[in-house]
């Protein structure tokens, strides 16, 4: 029997169109790169300097959990346009070893490596929506988005 275990925090709607960039996460830099096209995507969408920089800091704290956790993954950032609103999506997806616990992996201070623990439920903090999903051997997805209208 498969030790599944999934629990959604939040909700969020998916990409209502195909993600305009794709960044494979392996090593640090790419934490950076994924921040990087983070912010230039909301600045093309108008979104202000401090939603700019909330969006950005969300993409590199769970960007930066995957490299740490589970050594290689990706970050898929698109668009969204919904009900008179629009947005940036985030999806980012890893095959790692999945979190057993997500109660206690979203609490302020819980960390499996030396840190301060604020990495994800930081980033759900910094975004409108947050979603999460893992399974224990299979990996994790974390999908936020970030609205500006």
């Known amino acids: 029997m498969t030790d599944r275990r999934e629990r959604s925090h939040g909700r969020t709607q998916g990409m209502s169109q195909q993600p305009h960039i794709r ?4 090593e640090e830099s790419d934490v950076v790169m994924a921040r990087q096209h983070g912010r230039e995507l909301a600045l093309q969408e108008g979104f202000p300097e401090s939603a700019v ?3 950005a800091t ?4 769970v960007a930066q959990n995957i490299v740490i956790h589970a050594r290689a993954g990706e970050i898929l950032l698109g668009v969204v346009r919904e009900q008179g609103r629009r947005g ?3 999806i980012a997806r890893d095959d790692g070893p999945g979190i057993a616990d997500l109660d206690q992996a979203m609490r302020d201070g819980y960390t499996t490596v030396k840190g301060l623990g604020l990495g994800l439920s930081s980033a759900r903090r910094l975004v409108s929506e947050f ?3 893992s399974t224990v051997g299979s990996g994790t997805t974390v999908t936020m988005t970030k609205w500006v209208s």
């Open 58 to 61: 969300a993409i590199s704290e």
């Open 23 to 26: 960044v494979p996460l392996r």
């Open 131 to 133: 979603d999460i999903t």
């Open 88 to 90: 940036i999506v985030v």
């Open 53 to 55: 920089e909330a969006l």
